[in-house]
């Protein structure tokens, strides 16, 4: 099954896809993907005959009927350094924090227990068509393409989402005591287009993972990595995650990035991003720059 939402601006409508047939769907998406991780499917209500793939294409800029975020997460949290790429590439920028002769991101990808973070909640977080965005005090932010878990209070994994963890890495090289600055504000996370249910993802560690950066319709980024690579596995995430922390039914966990582009690819206004995960789709989100205050 997949779930995902359309607005017209004024309205919001959600769907499931099941068996390649779209329905409206009459209950709360966390509900739906619950019952249906217990075998049931429930909240299907009317077939109806809508062009997915057209709407897929459409922005915020756009009227009529667009995507938005497949339903409004309770709470978003972050796994890093999961992939050992990002263990380098981090600690490969500049002047960056040690503890003894490690760099604090060579530490926790070596230590037993991960770097877990709180990223955003529904309000910080935008959907498929909807801008990304640049703080106003940054000059080097950047997209972290992820794959997403939403999960129970108790752990289980019940959907799988694409997400973008974007980051204000300058102002996390300034200081890993800015962390939260760097992770958390208006527009700082994206995920969508659908919630895409564990029986239609077989092996969450076999999915190829894409960015594009476009810039005046080029792309002036691009890269890709497999879930193979990720060394943290998504249940000793959720373990961290959940350990001594009441998480909300529908809580989504992002497993950490493994595609890491340098500065010369920093994100401007008007810039597309684009990031790609097998099995689920493409989300694709345009980028504004937010005015310092």
């Known amino acids: 099954m997949r779930i995902f939402r359309l607005t017209n601006g004024e309205s919001t409508f959600q769907y499931a896809v099941v068996n390649g047939k779209v329905f ?15 075998g049931k499917v429930i909240g299907l209500g009317a077939e109806v005959n809508i062009d997915v793939n057209q709407l897929l294409g459409r922005d915020y800029r756009s009227s009529g009927l667009r995507f938005t975020k497949p339903y409004d997460p309770p709470e978003v ?13 981090y600690s490969e920028e500049g002047e960056v924090a040690k503890i003894g002769d490690k760099t ?6 070596d230590a037993e227990r991960p770097e877990i973070f709180f990223k ?16 106003g005090d940054s000059e080097w932010t950047l997209p ?6 939403v999960i129970t209070s108790s752990g289980k994994v019940i959907g799988y989402t694409i997400i973008d963890d974007v980051s204000a890495r300058d102002i996390e090289a300034e200081n890993p005591l800015y962390l939260p600055q760097s992770k958390v504000y208006n527009g700082c996370c994206a995920f969508g287009p659908f919630i895409v249910t564990p029986d239609e993802i077989k092996n969450p560690y076999s ?3 894409r960015l594009r950066i476009i810039r ?17 596995k ?9 350990r001594n922390n009441t998480v909300p039914d529908g809580t989504i966990l992002m497993t950490g990035t493994g595609i890491l582009p340098g500065r010369d690819a920093a994100l401007r206004e008007g810039d597309v991003v684009e990031i790609s995960i097998s099995g689920i789709g493409t989300l694709t989100t345009p980028v504004i720059k937010l005015k310092v205050d």
């Not at 949290?77 to 590439?89: A, D, H, L, N, T």
């Not at 604090?104 to 990808?109: D, G, N, P």
């Open 120 to 135: 955003a909640t529904a309000n910080r977080c935008v959907g498929h068509g909807e801008p990304i965005a640049v703080r």
């Open 216 to 232: 005046g319709g080029k792309a002036i980024y691009e890269g890709e990595v497999s879930t193979e690579r990720m060394k943290r």
């Open 207 to 209: 999915l190829q993972i």
């Open 104 to 109: 604090i991101y060579e530490k926790v990808y």
């Open 144 to 149: 972290e393409p992820e794959l997403g878990v």
């Open 77 to 89: 949290w972050g796994s890093g350094i999961s992939y050992e790429v990002s263990r380098r590439r």
């Open 24 to 38: 409206e769907l009459g209950v709360d998406p966390v509900k739906a993907l619950i019952n249906y991780a217990n």
């Open 234 to 242: 998504i249940d000793e995430q959720v373990k961290y995650l959940i």
